[in-house]
């Protein structure tokens, strides 16, 4: 009897670490995602426990080296060593999780894509790439200075985001911008038609990599929807007129720490409780007054070219809003989120603080969803045109509250306009929804 026991225990002993074993294998694989913490929800810069650091690892951007993470270091020093399996050691490493979960803008989870469901790598199509190579040069070079100048200060740059579920690295970033960088450089110097137009040089040099729309509400999405975004030219005034009644304001600089507007809609701004005799005036400065239509605009679009009727002209870009989340679908006019604006020396797009948004030039730029897809991502965009295949290359150097989160729309910066029929005139050219590559360098 006693023999019995024992061995009846130890078969018991064994069954219950197979179930374990089991047990945190699926738990592994299959992490849950309607139970994550308020660590896992935010994506911080914290340390994960260990039985979560392979799958949160996509994620979470643990910064071990200015510019890489501590997950990209380690496959950056495979790539180094030459090892004849060093990109079948990476692939090992994503195979552990190839879920990403995807954030809002106060990274918090939202819901999880594989990665399959969005990329496929590809040739590029036989066409001619277009864009203007001064512009893109200026915006290649202003996003690369970007992450050398503040990316200890701006860890949402270093985030691999979803296309770290193929292998995409920050430092892969970085060296496709480099590498950009000099054939431009070169091309420009030799007064030649640009490498980067040519796609045999582009399929040599690059992957490419397809990017399926992903939209949670629309699963039959399949090309990337494309909008367009502009600077628009308005006349203001310095003062309040008739006219000119609406104003921008700009926050001082004491509104570091005091967040007395966070408190306020926009539609408390426009009732006046910033103008004399409004419960908050002297506590921001009235940069412009316009017309409503010409604020919609420059809220919509982030930045403003103001001609002043006293002949000064400038442009006004975003600084900070009052925290309110923009409502997807919801009209201009009734949204509650409100921005504060200062003078700037040319258009601006991403940057964690208005002193360092990058000076981005039309043609050339993407807004997009820089926290899961990634500051700097080069991109092409495809059309049919005229039963010919159009491509068209930007860099993703801007974003948006639309964006926030967004797997299936860009934002493409179309120029400086007048008036809405101009630009109206304009972006029908344009299309709606295109194929979208991404190229990282090989």
């Known amino acids: 009897m006693v023999l019995f026991n024992q061995k009846f225990r130890l078969a018991l002993g064994c069954a219950g670490l197979l179930v374990v074993s089991l047990a945190s294998s699926y738990l592994y694989t299959h992490p849950k995602t309607k139970q994550l913490t308020p660590q896992e929800q935010g994506l911080t810069q914290q340390k994960n426990s260990a039985s979560l650091q392979s799958y949160v690892s996509l994620t979470s951007n643990q910064a071990a080296h200015p510019l890489i993470s501590r997950w990209e270091k380690s496959v950056i020093t495979e790539q180094k060593i030459d090892k004849p399996n060093a990109h079948s050691s990476q692939q090992d490493l994503l195979a552990a999780s190839t879920s990403y979960p995807v954030v809002d803008e106060f990274k918090k989870y939202k819901y999880s894509v594989n990665g399959s469901q969005v990329f496929t790598p590809v040739k590029l199509p036989a066409n001619k790439v277009n864009f203007n190579q001064t512009d893109l040069l200026t915006v290649l070079v202003n996003t690369r200075k970007y992450f050398q100048d503040y990316a200890s200060q701006d860890p949402d740059i270093l985030r691999t985001g979803v296309l770290a579920t193929q292998g995409v690295t920050v430092e892969d970033v970085l060296k496709t911008l480099d590498f950009m960088v000099t054939v431009l450089n070169e091309d420009i110097t030799n007064r030649r038609t640009t490498r980067l137009q040519d796609p045999k040089f582009i399929n040599a040099n690059f992957r490419v990599i397809k990017w399926t729309a992903y939209n949670p509400k629309n699963k039959q999405q399949k090309q990337?929807?494309?909008?367009?975004?502009?600077?628009?030219?308005?006349?203001?005034?310095?003062?309040?007129?008739?006219?000119?009644?609406?104003?921008?304001?700009?926050?001082?600089?004491?509104?570091?720490?005091?967040?007395?507007?966070?408190?306020?809609?926009?539609?408390?701004?426009?009732?006046?409780?910033?103008?004399?005799?409004?419960?908050?005036?002297?506590?921001?400065?009235?940069?412009?007054?316009?017309?409503?239509?010409?604020?919609?605009?420059?809220?919509?679009?982030?930045?403003?070219?103001?001609?002043?009727?006293?002949?000064?002209?400038?442009?006004?870009?975003?600084?900070?809003?009052?925290?309110?989340?923009?409502?997807?679908?919801?009209?201009?006019?009734?949204?509650?989120?409100?921005?504060?604006?200062?003078?700037?020396?040319?258009?601006?797009?991403?940057?964690?603080?208005?002193?360092?948004?990058?000076?981005?030039?039309?043609?050339?730029?993407?807004?997009?969803?820089?926290?899961?897809?990634?500051?700097?991502?080069?991109?092409?965009?495809?059309?049919?045109?005229?039963?010919?295949?159009?491509?068209?290359?930007?860099?993703?150097?801007?974003?948006?509250?639309?964006?926030?989160?967004?797997?299936?729309?860009?934002?493409?910066?179309?120029?400086?306009?007048?008036?809405?029929?101009?630009?109206?005139?304009?972006?029908?050219?344009?299309?709606?929804?295109?194929?979208a590559y991404f190229l990282v360098k090989k």
């Not at 002949?311 to 309110?324: I, S």
């Not at 730029?365 to 045109?385: C, M, R, S, W, Y």
């Open 224 to 435: 990337l929807r494309i909008t367009k975004y502009a600077v628009f030219t308005h006349t203001g005034s310095r003062k309040k007129t008739s006219t000119y009644n609406t104003a921008i304001y700009s926050l001082k600089d004491n509104s570091n720490n005091d967040k007395f507007y966070t408190k306020y809609t926009k539609q408390d701004v426009l009732s006046g409780i910033y103008e004399p005799g409004g419960r908050e005036f002297g506590k921001v400065k009235s940069l412009a007054y316009l017309t409503r239509t010409g604020l919609e605009e420059a809220l919509m679009q982030g930045t403003i070219l103001i001609n002043f009727t006293n002949g000064y002209k400038a442009f006004f870009n975003v600084d900070r809003n009052n925290g309110m989340s923009y409502i997807r679908g919801l009209k201009p006019t009734a949204q509650k989120r409100y921005w504060y604006f200062r003078e700037v020396d040319a258009i601006k797009g991403y940057g964690y603080k208005i002193d360092a948004k990058i000076s981005i030039k039309p043609g050339v730029t993407f807004a997009g969803d820089v926290l899961n897809v990634g500051l700097g991502k080069v991109i092409i965009i495809e059309q049919t045109k005229g039963g010919r295949k159009h491509l068209q290359m930007g860099v993703m150097a801007d974003t948006g509250g639309a964006f926030l989160p967004n797997l299936y729309q860009l934002d493409f910066l179309a120029g400086i306009f007048q008036n809405q029929k101009q630009f109206s005139q304009y972006i029908s050219q344009l299309p709606d929804y295109a194929t």
